[in-house]
């Protein structure tokens, strides 16, 4: 039985405990607005909305409270498909936050037992725990024997199947171009071509801090602390430790980000974001303003094809920074 979702802070581990199939959702674009949706609803949302409604694609769904167009587009699911809307606090640094987080993942098991699923002991929950921290070890071991294109499919792949899958015919960049960070929101199926264009013209992604890429992965447990209090210990590195940019403070996102940039010697920050995204977007401003690198925005369109304006904007971008 498979359970759907988009937001980094459900825990896979947490529906894979309980025997079910936890499957982040890799969207493709789709090219109408689904029916009953207004005018300015997020492309990604409307794109998530018909994926998940596919007859036979997944036995519920899970949204989250960290955006307001996902939350939303919940209250159009089909009332005979079950929902459940998991609330994120925005805050995180307090303990009655923290607190919150962990009463929602418990609710959720609640939710997850009512279609089959079985409570897990702390020793199931651990097991789990650890299966999944393997495989994203394993995940972050192979990012220099892949193409910046390929890491980064081979974490959509791993947040959609829970299996780490590397091409066979690995292609790692033997001479990479400028280095650059992605950031912005989560990526549909065909954003990915955003890779090869901007390698074409001298560049490479060397971080994706989408909320589709490594931004989006928590970091490895503590092993002791994981066998004494295994859902404490998930709940403190997901709701803990995952930087965004809809958290108050969102110090995280910065810290991580100039960690990142000192690192892996990134040079420009691509910010790309969907055009109705204002949690994203204000980050904008924000990035040129703290100065680190320079920033270039791209709006993400619903039907994007990386046309003319897009190319030129990355070509002028690109030879700024030559």
């Known amino acids: 039985m498979t359970v759907l979702y988009s937001c980094p802070f459900v825990p896979a581990e947490w529906i894979a405990a309980h025997g079910l199939r936890p499957s982040r959702v890799t969207v493709r674009p789709a090219h109408a607005t689904a029916p009953g949706l207004g005018v300015g609803v997020c492309p990604y949302a ?13 036995a519920a769904v899970v949204f989250t409270t960290t955006c307001d167009q996902m939350r939303r587009i919940s209250e159009r699911m089909d009332p005979g ?18 607190r919150l987080y962990r009463d929602e993942l418990l609710r959720l098991g609640r939710f997850l037992e009512g279609l089959g699923g079985r409570p897990p002991s702390p020793e199931r929950l ?14 972050r071991d192979a990012r220099g024997a892949l193409s910046p294109r390929q890491f980064s499919e081979a974490i959509a792949h791993f947040h959609h ?15 990479p171009g400028v280095p ?3 950031a912005g ?34 970091p490895p447990f503590d ?35 100039r960690d990142a940039v000192a690192e892996r010697g990134i040079r420009g920050i691509i910010l790309r974001h969907y055009l109705w995204c204002d949690t994203w977007h204000a980050e904008v401003q924000r990035m040129r303003e703290w100065d680190l690198v320079p920033v270039l925005a791209l709006h993400a ?14 070509q002028a971008f690109l030879e700024m920074l030559l």
């Open 46 to 58: 409307n794109a998530f909305l018909q994926e998940v409604s596919v007859p036979g694609n997944g």
């Open 81 to 98: 498909q079950p929902v459940f809307v998991m609330h994120v606090p925005t805050t995180w640094q307090t303990t009655a936050a923290q």
């Open 126 to 139: 651990a097991d789990t725990m650890i299966a999944f921290d393997e495989a994203r070890a394993k995940l």
């Open 161 to 175: 199947t829970g299996q780490v899958s590397l091409p066979a015919n690995a292609t790692p960049a033997s001479s």
């Open 180 to 182: 650059l960070a992605l």
């Open 185 to 218: 929101g989560p990526m549909m199926s065909h954003h990915f071509d955003l890779f090869d264009l901007i390698e074409q013209h001298g560049g490479a992604i060397v971080l994706d801090a989408t909320t589709t890429g490594e931004r989006s992965l928590p």
């Open 223 to 257: 092993r002791r602390a994981l066998r004494d209090d295994p859902i404490g210990e998930l709940a403190g590195a997901y709701f803990g430790h995952i930087p965004d940019a809809f958290r108050r403070p969102n110090s995280r996102l910065y810290t991580w980000l």
């Open 301 to 314: 369109e619903q039907d994007e094809s990386l046309g003319i304006r897009t190319t030129a904007r990355l």
